[in-house]
C-alpha cells in the first residue's frame, strides 16, 4: 500500500480527479458522464500515440516524427478515400497502419543498421514525411465534402454510449498492459532501456529491440493519421503540425523517464489525459490559450522533478540495505 | 634521510564487505622513485585515490612536508602539490594542449578572462623544459598520441608546481621508444627533488627506476625497503605470501572430451594466436595482469567482438557467435566481470534477472507465463542458496555476493555447456566466495565445463585443472595444475620476468 501511494500514477490520477473537480466547481456540468466521455474521446488519440512514444522512449529512444508520420498516413487514405469511396473502411484503417508501420520501421533502420542517434533520425524524417505529403497531394486539401459518409463515420458510431475512437483507444491500451507486462517483447524493452549493456550480455539484441518499438510507435502514428483524418474531416499538410512534442509532453507527465527503461502504460494514458483534461478545462473557467501552454510546460518539469527526486530517494535506501546486509 | 615529502601513516580504508587497505604506511621522499608493488586488488588504486582526495580514509594520517592534512577533496589535493598521472590519462580530449595544462589554474587577464598568450607561452615553456618541443600548445588533446599525452600530464603536474607525482601504470600503453622517453623525464623530475610513486608490474621498469619499494597484499603494507638491496625473488614471494586460508572443495578429476577447441583466435587489435582446448567438466584456469587480454578473448568468444579470426569448433561442430545470442544458442555463457553494470539489471527484480535469457522456453507465442517464470526462478535460487527475503524484490536490493549468485542462476537456468565465469569472486565477501567455488565443483561434476578468468591466484590455483596464462595479448604458457605449479611460477610467467619453459 506504502509503494502504492509513492508511486508517480497514483498522484497523477490524484491530480487529473482535482482538475476536474475544480473546474466543476466553477462551472457545473463540467464532471457530467456526457462531458467527461468527451473529454476522453479528445484524448484517445494523445493516449495511443502517447503510448507508441512510450515503447520508443523506454528503449531509450525519442520518435519525432511520429506526428509527421500521422499526416502522411492520414493524407493516404484521405486521397484513396476521396477517389475510390467504394474501398471498404476497414480496409483503409488497415492500410493508413501499413504505411505508418513502414515510416516507423525506416526509422528503426537507420537506428539499427546505420547506427545514427533516434533523436537525428527523427528530425530528418519529420520534415521528410511531411514533405511528401506535399509531393502526393500536389499542395492541395482534401475537403469535408470529398470524404464517404462510411469513412467519417467510422470514428463516430456509438456503443455503449462511446464513439468507436474512444473505443479504439481502450482496446489499444489493454493491449498494451498486455504487451508490457505479460510478453516477452515488453520484458525486453524494458531490459534493454533500463540497463542496455547487461540485456546485451543477455543475449538481447538492442537494435533490433529499438527497431521493434520504432515499429510499433509508427504503426500507431498510421493508424491515428485514419482517426485524425476521420474526426476532423480533412486532410492537409498542416495536420497535427507540432503534434509530437505533445506526445512527449504526455510521456513525460505520465512518469516515463526520458533517460529510457521506467514508464507504465498507466502513466502515458494519464498524461494524456491531464493534457486533455486540462485543454477542456481552461476555457471553460476562461483562462486564455496562453496559459494552458505555460502551464502545460510547468507540469512538465513538476513531473521531472518529482521524478528526479523520487528515484533518487530510492537509490539511498537501496544503499543503506547493502550495509545492513554487510 | 630527509623528512618525507608525504607520509602515510596507518591508512584503513573498507568498503561494504571488503577491507581495502588495512593500517598501510608509506612513505615519498623528494628526489626518490618509489616503487609500489602488488597483484591485481591488492589495493593499490585505492591508495591513489586516498592520496589524491578522491576516497577519504576511515582511520589514519597523512602528513604532508611533516604537516598532518586532511584530503576532502582531489582539489584540496592538487593545492597540497599532489597530483597523479594515470594508464589511462584522464585529460579532456576536445580542450587543446595549453588548455589541459592549465585548467583550474589558468593566468588571467584583468578582466578576469583566460590570458591565452600568456597561457601558450607558458605551456611552450613547460613542454620545452621536458623536452617535448614537438608537441604544439594549440592542437587538440584528441590529436596527440598516448605518449605524448602523458608528456602533457606531465606538464600539467609541473605547472602546479607538484612535489608528489604519482605514475599509475604510466608504461602500460606505450611503445618501446617511449617508454625510454618517459624514463628520461621520471629521471628529470627526480633531480628536480619531487618525490615520486611509480607502480607498475613490471619488474625491469621497477628496478631500473626506483630506489626504493613498498609491497602490498590484500590491502596491507608486506615489506619495504631499497631496491638495491632486494632481489627479484624475495619481492615476489612479499606479494604471494603464505596464502589466506581459502579452503577449496575437493574433487576428483573425471576429465573427458574437448568440448571447445580454439585455433589461432586472434583480433587485430586485442588479442593473437590463442589457441586452447576445453574439455568436459574441466575448470580452465586464465591467469595474468589487468589488461592482458583475457576478458577481450572471453567477450570475443561469446560473440560481443566483431573482425576476430580463427578456428572455434563446440562438439564438434564450427562455431562463429557473431553475437551473444548466437554464443548463448551454442550453449556458450558469459558472466561479466561488471557485475553490476554487465551482469544483473539491479532495477529488476529477482525474477525477471534469472528468466530474461530464458524467456523462449517460459513463454508461450511471446506471452510469458509468470507462474513457470517464478518456478524456474526458485529452482535455480534454491540451488544457489540465494538468500532474498522475495523473488520479487529488485536485485539491486541484495549483496554483491548474492547479486552474483542471480547472475550465474540466470545463466543455469538456460542448462549451458560452457560457462566462463570472469572474475567470478571479484569485491565479494568470503562467504559468498566459498559458495561460488563450491558451486563451480557442482558444476564440472555436473559434466559442465567452465573457463575461469582470475587475478587473484589462490583461487586459480585453488579451482584450476589447468592454467592459461596470458601477456600482453598472447598466451605466455598453459600450466598442469598439479603440485609443481606454484604462485611465484605464474607471477613471472605473467610480467614477463624470465623465460620460462612451456
Given at each position: 500500500m506504502r509503494a502504492f501511494i509513492r508511486n508517480h500514477e497514483f498522484w497523477l490520477a490524484v491530480v487529473v480527479v482535482l482538475m476536474i473537480g475544480a473546474t466543476a466547481f466553477r462551472s457545473p456540468g463540467f464532471a457530467s458522464p456526457e462531458k467527461l466521455a468527451g473529454i476522453f474521446n479528445d484524448?484517445?488519440?494523445?493516449?495511443?500515440?502517447?503510448?507508441?512514444?512510450?515503447?520508443?522512449?523506454?528503449?531509450?529512444?525519442?520518435?519525432?516524427?511520429?506526428?509527421?508520420?500521422?499526416?502522411?498516413?492520414?493524407?493516404?487514405?484521405?486521397?484513396?478515400?476521396?477517389?475510390?469511396?467504394?474501398?471498404?473502411?476497414?480496409?483503409?484503417?488497415?492500410?493508413?497502419?501499413?504505411?505508418?508501420?513502414?515510416?516507423?520501421?525506416?526509422?528503426?533502420?537507420?537506428?539499427?543498421?546505420?547506427?545514427?542517434?533516434?533523436?537525428v533520425v527523427t528530425l530528418g524524417t519529420l520534415t521528410i514525411y511531411r514533405g511528401f505529403i506535399f509531393l502526393i497531394a500536389g499542395g492541395k486539401w482534401v475537403n469535408a465534402d470529398r470524404f464517404s459518409e462510411e469513412f467519417v463515420q467510422y470514428t463516430r458510431y456509438e456503443f455503449l454510449g462511446l464513439p468507436a475512437l474512444s473505443w479504439y483507444a481502450i482496446i489499444i491500451v489493454i493491449g498494451f498492459f498486455i504487451l508490457m507486462t505479460r510478453t516477452s517483447l515488453g520484458r525486453s524493452i524494458y531490459a534493454v532501456g533500463v540497463n542496455p549493456s547487461a540485456a546485451l550480455y543477455t543475449g538481447i539484441n538492442i537494435g533490433r529491440t529499438q527497431f521493434v518499438a520504432f515499429c510499433i510507435s509508427g504503426a500507431l502514428s498510421g493508424f491515428c493519421g485514419y482517426l485524425w483524418v476521420s474526426r476532423y474531416v480533412i486532410g492537409s499538410v498542416e495536420v497535427a503540425k507540432g503534434y509530437e512534442l505533445t506526445i512527449v509532453a504526455a510521456c513525460v507527465i505520465g512518469g516515463i523517464s526520458i533517460a529510457g527503461g521506467v514508464g507504465t502504460v498507466a502513466g502515458a494514458v494519464l498524461g494524456a489525459l491531464f493534457l486533455g483534461v486540462m485543454s477542456n478545462a481552461l476555457p471553460v473557467i476562461g483562462v486564455s490559450p496562453f496559459w494552458q501552454m505555460a502551464i502545460s510546460g510547468a507540469a512538465i518539469i513538476l513531473a521531472v522533478i518529482i521524478n528526479a527526486s523520487s528515484q533518487q530517494k530510492s537509490k539511498r535506501l537501496i544503499l543503506k540495505q547493502e550495509n545492513a546486509a554487510s | 634521510m630527509s623528512v618525507p615529502q608525504i607520509k602515510l601513516s596507518k591508512i584503513t580504508k573498507t568498503f561494504p564487505g571488503v577491507r581495502a587497505l588495512s593500517e598501510v604506511d608509506l612513505a615519498l621522499y623528494p628526489g626518490q622513485v618509489t616503487a609500489l608493488i602488488g597483484e591485481n586488488g591488492a589495493g593499490k588504486s585505492t591508495l591513489v585515490k586516498t592520496m589524491t582526495g578522491i576516497y577519504q580514509p576511515d582511520g589514519g594520517e597523512i602528513f604532508v612536508a611533516g604537516k598532518a592534512v586532511n584530503l576532502q577533496s582531489p582539489h584540496a589535493a592538487f593545492q597540497l602539490g599532489i597530483t597523479a598521472i594515470h594508464q589511462e590519462t584522464v585529460l579532456f580530449d576536445e580542450l587543446t594542449v595549453a588548455e589541459n595544462i592549465f585548467l583550474g589554474h589558468s593566468p588571467k587577464t584583468r578582466f578576469n578572462l583566460i590570458d591565452w598568450v600568456e597561457m601558450n607561452s607558458r605551456?611552450?615553456?613547460?613542454?620545452?623544459?621536458?623536452?617535448?618541443?614537438?608537441?604544439?600548445?594549440?592542437?587538440?588533446?584528441?590529436?596527440?598520441?598516448?605518449a605524448n599525452k602523458h608528456l602533457v600530464a606531465v606538464a600539467r603536474a609541473l605547472s602546479?608546481?607538484?612535489?608528489?607525482?604519482?605514475?599509475?601504470?604510466?608504461?602500460?600503453?606505450?611503445?618501446?621508444?617511449?617508454?625510454?622517453?618517459?624514463?628520461?623525464?621520471?629521471?628529470?623530475?627526480?633531480?628536480?627533488?619531487?618525490?615520486?610513486?611509480?607502480?607498475?608490474?613490471?619488474?625491469?621498469?621497477?628496478?631500473?627506476?626506483?630506489?626504493?619499494?613498498?609491497?602490498?597484499?590484500?590491502?596491507?603494507?608486506?615489506?619495504?625497503?631499497?631496491?638495491?638491496?632486494?632481489?627479484?625473488?624475495?619481492?615476489?614471494?612479499?606479494?604471494?605470501?603464505?596464502?589466506?586460508?581459502?579452503?577449496?572443495?575437493?574433487?576428483?578429476?573425471?576429465?573427458?572430451?574437448p568440448i571447445l577447441t580454439v585455433q589461432n583466435f586472434s583480433h587485430p587489435t586485442e588479442f593473437a594466436d590463442i589457441s586452447f582446448d576445453l574439455h568436459k567438466g574441466e575448470i580452465l584456469g586464465f591467469y595474468?595482469?589487468?589488461?592482458?587480454?583475457?576478458?577481450?578473448?572471453?567477450?570475443?568468444?561469446?560473440?560481443?567482438?566483431?573482425?576476430?579470426?580463427?578456428?572455434?569448433?563446440?562438439q564438434g561442430k564450427t562455431i562463429s557467435p557473431k553475437s551473444p545470442a548466437e554464443a548463448i544458442q551454442s550453449g556458450i555463457v558469459y558472466l561479466p566481470e561488471e557485475r553490476g553494470k554487465q551482469g544483473v539489471i539491479l532495477d529488476l527484480?529477482?525474477?525477471?534477472?534469472?528468466?530474461?535469457?530464458?524467456?523462449?522456453?517460459?513463454?508461450?507465442?511471446g506471452f510469458l507465463r509468470m507462474a513457470k517464470e517464478f518456478e524456474l526462478a526458485r529452482t535455480y535460487a534454491t540451488r544457489l542458496d540465494?538468500?532474498?527475503?522475495?523473488?520479487?524484490?529488485?536485485?539491486?536490493?541484495?549483496?554483491?555476493?548474492?547479486?552474483?549468485?542471480?547472475?550465474i542462476a540466470k545463466w543455469l537456468a538456460i542448462q549451458p555447456n560452457i560457462i566462463i565465469l570472469d572474475e567470478p569472486t571479484k569485491g565479494i565477501d568470503i562467504g559468498s566466495k566459498a559458495a561460488v567455488h563450491a558451486f563451480m565443483g557442482e558444476l564440472v561434476e555436473q559434466g559442465l565445463s567452465v573457463i575461469m578468468v582470475s587475478s587473484e591466484i589462490p583461487e586459480v590455483l585453488g579451482m584450476s585443472d589447468r592454467v592459461v596464462v596470458m601477456r600482453e595479448g598472447r598466451m605466455a604458457s598453459v600450466f598442469n595444475n598439479d603440485d609443481t605449479l606454484t604462485a611465484e611460477t605464474l607471477i613471472r610467467c605473467a610480467a614477463g620476468i624470465e623465460e620460462q619453459a612451456a
Open positions: 484524448s484517445s488519440m494523445l493516449i495511443i500515440l502517447a503510448l507508441g512514444q512510450m515503447v520508443v522512449i523506454l528503449t531509450r529512444s525519442i520518435d519525432l516524427s511520429m506526428a509527421s508520420n500521422l499526416a502522411l498516413s492520414g493524407m493516404i487514405v484521405a486521397l484513396i478515400n476521396a477517389a475510390y469511396p467504394e474501398i471498404p473502411v476497414p480496409a483503409l484503417m488497415l492500410l493508413a497502419t501499413f504505411c505508418g508501420l513502414c515510416l516507423g520501421a525506416f526509422n528503426g533502420t537507420m537506428i539499427w543498421w546505420i547506427g545514427i542517434p533516434s533523436i | 605551456a611552450r615553456a613547460l613542454l620545452d623544459d621536458i623536452g617535448a618541443s614537438h608537441i604544439a600548445t594549440d592542437v587538440r588533446l584528441k590529436d596527440v598520441s598516448i602546479i608546481e607538484a612535489d608528489v607525482v604519482i605514475m599509475d601504470e604510466p608504461t602500460a600503453a606505450l611503445s618501446y621508444k617511449e617508454i625510454e622517453d618517459l624514463f628520461t623525464l621520471v629521471e628529470k623530475l627526480k633531480s628536480d627533488g619531487k618525490a615520486i610513486l611509480f607502480i607498475s608490474h613490471k619488474f625491469d621498469e621497477i628496478y631500473r627506476l626506483a630506489d626504493r619499494y613498498t609491497v602490498f597484499r590484500d590491502g596491507e603494507m608486506v615489506g619495504e625497503g631499497l631496491l638495491a638491496d632486494t632481489p627479484q625473488n624475495e619481492i615476489v614471494e612479499m606479494m604471494v605470501g603464505r596464502s589466506v586460508e581459502q579452503i577449496f572443495p575437493s574433487r576428483t578429476l573425471d576429465i573427458g572430451e595474468g595482469l589487468v589488461g592482458a587480454g583475457r576478458s577481450e578473448v572471453m567477450q570475443a568468444l561469446f560473440g560481443m567482438t566483431h573482425g576476430t579470426s580463427g578456428v572455434i569448433t563446440s527484480p529477482i525474477f525477471q534477472n534469472i528468466s530474461l535469457p530464458s524467456l523462449s522456453t517460459t513463454s508461450r507465442n540465494l538468500r532474498a527475503a522475495s523473488l520479487d524484490q529488485h536485485a539491486g536490493t541484495l549483496s554483491g555476493g548474492n547479486q552474483q549468485k542471480v547472475v
